[in-house]
């Protein structure tokens, strides 16, 4: 049909619609991406290329999202022994109560083990500790979390397991064939992500030098106030079907109104600067572990996941993927853990970020099908050819890392880079242009990654901290992120 000859316009406009939704905050991030992966489907059905049930449901990339859904379940019981209020309380006494040194901290640490686990799973383990340190602290942890994410980010193009994209790229025949290893591609990397820490931290310096990071009302008020998010965002989550649910609902919104009246009526009063050290034997009392022999045993299960986690690039005969090591994991700690309460245990997983992963991979691999991200791959090697030979090199290396930092902040960098790489070896591979393969490599890896942290939904941990903050009543916008 003539109508396809404008797929790549189709799929452009699809991406923007379902970004309006977005930005505007029209409706919730997750209904955004349903409605595009739909709108999407719909359009590729009246292309008659309409994909079966069964190749729509394989477009979804199981491996993140049953990852996701076994470290959820794993750090949610993990939550329950105390253990990060514990490691709270440990960092608040390190930075002694002030907020810069505490932020270098949190950075630092994310940084470093997103390069050794995927950032997604050290997302999951650090955002809770993190708020809750930020209530000690009497802190708004929302740009916190930013900051985190920022250096999760950045820490995990260092290795070839820190971040999904990394992984693909070293996992190609072809580029593997090139002599491209873990050693290597790690050797490469990490000592230009040593400068991107140094610059991206100067650089949060420089943002967050006017931003009020101290919560200006007492902690006892911002805890109300975080409490009446979590009361609404419950209420809103009730179905009202039988009279029973209106009325739970009915009592969840007058318990968020009470809350908001006491706030009124409670007198403001600011803490001294010293105040940590005053409230540090109170806190020692009340931040501590509840559950000595479950931390034990989700201490147990969690190393081993993370040791297999990091085995997964070295062991060639562990033929386990990593969203099974994730799940087996979970299994296995619900088993030790004795739990009896399935459901109070479900209600904790963010079904909203998973669905919202599944909708992504649909939508994305949709626009594929329609050939937007070969446009953009097909473009980027036209002008590398259009470029003198002596210029070639440094021309194909920044326009690799730009277009695919642009693109990945608004297409998810998993698919973008697997279309992207056979476009990098047939730059490579072309004796017309006499282009080295290995440069082009690490050009790819750092844009896509790095390009994760311009947008709220640019990389997966970006999603998994808003969903996490927005869970315990600090919700991240796509607006303040951007900015």
Excluded at 120 to 126: D, E, G, K, P
Aim: charged share 15%; net charge negative.
């Amino acid at each position: 049909p003539e109508a396809a000859e404008f797929e790549v316009l189709y799929a452009g406009l699809i991406l923007v619609f379902v970004y309006v939704l977005i930005v505007f905050e029209l409706v919730h991030r997750t209904t955004a991406a349903l409605l595009g992966s739909l709108v999407a489907l719909a359009t590729l059905a009246l292309l008659n290329r309409r994909p079966t049930l069964e190749e729509v449901m394989e477009w979804i990339d199981y491996e993140t999202v049953c990852l996701l859904f076994g470290m959820m379940t794993i750090v949610a019981i993990f939550s329950s022994t105390g253990f990060f209020d514990w490691a709270a309380l440990k960092a608040y006494k390190l930075a002694r109560g002030k907020v810069w040194p505490l932020i270098t901290i949190l950075c630092i640490f994310s940084g470093i083990i997103s390069a050794f686990l995927d950032n997604v799973t050290t997302i999951l383990l650090m955002t809770p500790v993190s708020i809750r340190l930020c209530q000690v602290l009497n802190l708004n942890p929302t740009n916190i979390l930013i900051a985190e994410v920022l250096f999760s980010n950045i820490g995990g193009t260092a290795t070839a397991v820190g971040d999904p994209p990394n992984v693909i790229i070293v996992s190609n025949k072809q580029i593997s064939d090139a002599g491209i290893t873990f050693a290597t591609f790690t050797a490469h990397l990490c000592i230009g992500i040593v400068f991107c820490m140094a610059t991206g931290y100067g650089a949060l310096r420089l943002m967050y030098r006017n931003l009020k990071l101290e919560n200006t009302d007492p902690p006892e008020v911002a805890e109300m106030k975080r409490e009446v998010e979590i009361w609404k965002r419950t209420a809103e989550r009730v179905p009202i079907v039988s009279a029973e649910q209106k009325a739970v609902k009915a009592m969840l919104v007058q318990k968020s109104l009470a809350v908001e009246t006491a706030i009124r009526n409670k007198q403001y009063r600011k803490s001294s600067s010293n105040a940590w050290r005053k409230n540090l034997p109170e806190l020692e009392k009340k931040y501590r572990v509840t559950d000595m022999p479950l931390l034990i045993k989700s201490s147990v299960i969690l190393g081993a996941v993370v040791v297999l986690f990091f085995s997964y690039s070295f062991v060639n005969n562990l033929h386990v993927e990593l969203g099974w090591i994730a799940i087996l994991g979970a299994v296995w700690l619900i088993v030790l853990a004795d739990v009896h309460s399935i459901e109070f245990l479900l209600e904790k997983i963010e079904w909203a970020t998973l669905l919202f992963f599944a909708g992504l991979f649909i939508l994305m691999e949709a626009l594929e099908e329609m050939g937007l991200i070969d446009f953009i791959g097909e473009h980027t090697a036209d002008l590398v050819r259009q470029v003198e030979p002596k210029n070639r090199l440094l021309v194909a290396i920044v326009l690799i890392v730009w277009i695919s930092a642009i693109a990945s902040s608004f297409i998810d960098n998993i698919p973008f880079t697997t279309a992207m790489i056979p476009i990098v070896i047939g730059l490579g591979q072309d004796p017309s242009l006499g282009l080295p393969l290995p440069p082009l490599v690490w050009s790819l890896a750092m844009g896509a990654c790095l390009g994760g942290n311009g947008t709220l939904i640019g990389a997966s941990a970006n999603v998994v901290c808003a969903g996490l903050a927005e869970q315990h009543g600090y919700p991240i916008s796509f607006n303040y992120f951007f900015k």
